[in-house]
């Protein structure tokens, strides 16, 4: 603990002082004591110094108060003044300026030679020194060996709370992390029951900034923000922070590991790319998702983001906004179709996610269902994010060897509702009739457009070619993704 003004009158050295104003400021630090005997020694101040005089050059009331004024602005601690000698007593101007300053006056006594009180003072300065840097060492020491044994959340904080007697919690967008070390009372029923921008405004936190991700953490105490810059509470909380993101950067390696290869086993079983069942059924368990039965796949397709993207790169914008509420997107996605199950398949591509759903074959509990779900989802996307999203759901699976199957029929149902209606949208498979015969033959005469073959629209004039993509057109327009008329 710091050594204060008021710890030095309560010193048993110096029971002869006395207060004479400016007990506003006896919370001030004592870092050194000074003898100053020039009317201007305050300019050679480094603050945080008691600073003791005769009296001598101080006569007159304009140079007392000059002396005053100087070592508050410099940051000195306190003065304190022989009386009897040089000043039989100081002004009541004075007195009233270093009261309305905050800034102690000190009566020393006469006969107390300056020897005896530069030396138990700064002793008493060392020696709090050497006890705060013994505890910065044990501080760091204790955080340094939680960190070489990968430590769990828990046991940082708990370590914290332990070094700062503080009831504290931490707080991060990502929900999973969030954790409390604290008694019951009312910083835990607040915790629990506010939001999180109203727990920072109540309680002071510290925030802990992670680069490259899209997580943010907040310690929160329930303190005051004066207790927390006392330097018993500034070390650990300082160590805590470090350590606390070691651990975020350690799980975000390890994030980016199970995210690249979470997406490509979930691609695999999109792009039909397996070869052992026993293969499928093991990486499944790995993730702790469930592949027996049918499915059913859903792909949110974020709209115009890639032309967005091209227009921010060429205007030198760079991508760091878009990929922000990219991340966003699929922050929401996840959470929102997350609720369809406890653990849900999905990848993540350039500008879609497509999730494996289970089925159980009645498709209009399934469509209400899923409504119920995305409708909001597509809201706050639009609310948070400025972006729109179109939605494929393809038709039921038999099993997740069949994904692939729903994975372009979802793909399909989204491009066609997007031609017709526009994005913004949900499209699902199974409501759409015509149009499926439709997209399936655009897809057939696009394969077939580069041929050699005699039969197909390379070979036909152009007029033809004309004549057919304007049938297929009108007859997309005259169909409603809504009502698969």
Same mark, same amino acid.
């Given at each position: 603990m710091a050594v204060t003004v008021r710890d030095i009158l309560n010193m048993p050295e110096f029971k002869g002082f006395r207060l004479l104003a400016g007990a506003g400021g006896l919370g001030r630090e004592v870092l050194r004591t000074t003898v100053g005997d020039a009317p201007d020694c305050y300019k050679w101040s480094q603050g945080g110094e008691f600073v003791i005089t005769s009296g001598y050059p101080f006569r007159d009331l304009e140079s007392v108060e000059r002396l005053i004024r100087g070592c508050c602005e410099s940051g000195n601690a306190a003065l304190g003044i022989k009386l009897g000698r040089y000043l039989g007593e100081l002004p009541r101007q004075a007195l009233d300026l270093a009261e309305a300053l905050g800034? =102690?006056? &000190?009566? &020393?006594?006469? @006969?107390?030679?300056?020897?005896?009180?530069?030396?138990?003072?700064?002793?008493?300065?060392?020696?709090?020194?050497?006890?705060?840097? %013994?505890?910065?060492?044990? !501080?760091?020491?204790?955080?340094?060996?939680?960190?070489?044994?990968?430590?769990?959340?828990?046991?940082?904080?708990?370590?914290?709370? *332990?070094?700062?007697?503080?009831?504290?919690? #931490?707080?991060?967008?990502? *929900?999973?992390?969030?954790? !409390?070390?604290?008694?019951?009372?009312?910083?835990?029923?607040?915790?629990?029951? #506010?939001?999180?921008?109203?727990?920072?405004? %109540?309680?002071?936190?510290?925030?802990?900034?992670?680069?490259?991700? +899209?997580?943010?953490? $907040?310690?929160?105490?329930?303190? *005051? =923000?004066?207790?927390?810059?006392? =330097? $018993?509470?500034?070390?650990?909380?300082?160590?805590?922070?470090?350590?606390?993101?070691?651990?975020?950067?350690? $799980?975000?390696?390890?994030?980016?590991?199970?995210? %690249?290869?979470? +997406? @490509?086993?979930?691609?695999? &079983?999109?792009? +039909?790319?397996?070869?052992?069942?026993?293969? !499928? $059924?093991?990486?499944?368990?790995?993730?702790?998702?469930?592949?027996?039965?049918?499915?059913?796949?859903? !792909?949110?397709? &974020?709209?115009?983001?890639? +032309?967005?993207?091209?227009?921010?790169?060429?205007?030198?914008?760079?991508?760091?906004? #878009?990929e922000e509420s990219k991340a966003r997107i699929f922050a929401v996605c996840r959470e929102f179709i997350g609720r369809m199950g406890r653990r849900v398949p999905f990848a993540e591509m350039s500008d879609s996610a497509a999730f494996i759903l289970s089925s159980r074959g009645i498709f209009e509990e399934e469509q209400r269902q899923l409504e119920r779900i995305l409708t909001p989802m597509m809201e706050q996307i639009v609310e948070q994010t400025g972006f729109s999203v179109t939605v494929g759901v393809g038709g039921r699976c038999g099993d997740v060897f069949l994904c692939w199957k729903g994975y372009n029929q979802a793909r399909m149902a989204l491009e066609l509702a997007r031609r017709t209606s526009g994005g913004n949208r949900v499209a699902w498979w199974d409501r759409m009739g015509a149009p499926r015969v439709l997209g399936a033959a655009l897809r057939c005469g696009n394969r077939r457009r580069g041929s050699s073959s005699k039969r197909g629209w390379g070979r036909c004039s152009v007029s033809t070619r004309r004549k057919r993509k304007s049938r297929c057109c009108a007859r997309w327009r005259r169909w409603s993704p809504a009502t698969g008329a």
């Amino acid at each position: 603990m710091a050594v204060t003004v008021r710890d030095i009158l309560n010193m048993p050295e110096f029971k002869g002082f006395r207060l004479l104003a400016g007990a506003g400021g006896l919370g001030r630090e004592v870092l050194r004591t000074t003898v100053g005997d020039a009317p201007d020694c305050y300019k050679w101040s480094q603050g945080g110094e008691f600073v003791i005089t005769s009296g001598y050059p101080f006569r007159d009331l304009e140079s007392v108060e000059r002396l005053i004024r100087g070592c508050c602005e410099s940051g000195n601690a306190a003065l304190g003044i022989k009386l009897g000698r040089y000043l039989g007593e100081l002004p009541r101007q004075a007195l009233d300026l270093a009261e309305a300053l905050g800034f =102690p006056l &000190i009566s &020393i006594p006469l @006969e107390m030679p300056f020897a005896e009180i530069l030396h138990p003072v700064q002793s008493r300065v060392i020696s709090d020194q050497a006890h705060l840097l %013994r505890y910065s060492g044990t !501080v760091q020491k204790a955080f340094f060996d939680l960190n070489v044994q990968c430590a769990s959340l828990e046991d940082l904080l708990e370590t914290l709370r *332990s070094f700062t007697h503080l009831d504290l919690a #931490l707080r991060c967008t990502e *929900s999973s992390f969030d954790r !409390v070390c604290a008694d019951e009372g009312p910083f835990r029923e607040a915790l629990a029951s #506010l939001p999180l921008p109203e727990v920072l405004k %109540r309680y002071p936190w510290e925030k802990i900034s992670l680069c490259g991700e +899209n997580v943010s953490a $907040w310690l929160v105490f329930d303190a *005051s =923000p004066e207790r927390l810059r006392e =330097p $018993w509470s500034e070390i650990p909380v300082t160590q805590a922070k470090g350590a606390l993101l070691l651990f975020f950067q350690r $799980w975000s390696s390890g994030a980016q590991v199970e995210r %690249r290869y979470r +997406n @490509e086993f979930v691609m695999d &079983i999109l792009m +039909n790319n397996l070869r052992l069942k026993d293969e !499928v $059924w093991n990486r499944s368990r790995s993730f702790g998702w469930d592949l027996a039965g049918a499915k059913k796949v859903v !792909v949110c397709d &974020i709209d115009d983001y890639k +032309n967005r993207l091209t227009r921010a790169m060429a205007a030198g914008q760079g991508p760091a906004a #878009l990929e922000e509420s990219k991340a966003r997107i699929f922050a929401v996605c996840r959470e929102f179709i997350g609720r369809m199950g406890r653990r849900v398949p999905f990848a993540e591509m350039s500008d879609s996610a497509a999730f494996i759903l289970s089925s159980r074959g009645i498709f209009e509990e399934e469509q209400r269902q899923l409504e119920r779900i995305l409708t909001p989802m597509m809201e706050q996307i639009v609310e948070q994010t400025g972006f729109s999203v179109t939605v494929g759901v393809g038709g039921r699976c038999g099993d997740v060897f069949l994904c692939w199957k729903g994975y372009n029929q979802a793909r399909m149902a989204l491009e066609l509702a997007r031609r017709t209606s526009g994005g913004n949208r949900v499209a699902w498979w199974d409501r759409m009739g015509a149009p499926r015969v439709l997209g399936a033959a655009l897809r057939c005469g696009n394969r077939r457009r580069g041929s050699s073959s005699k039969r197909g629209w390379g070979r036909c004039s152009v007029s033809t070619r004309r004549k057919r993509k304007s049938r297929c057109c009108a007859r997309w327009r005259r169909w409603s993704p809504a009502t698969g008329a």
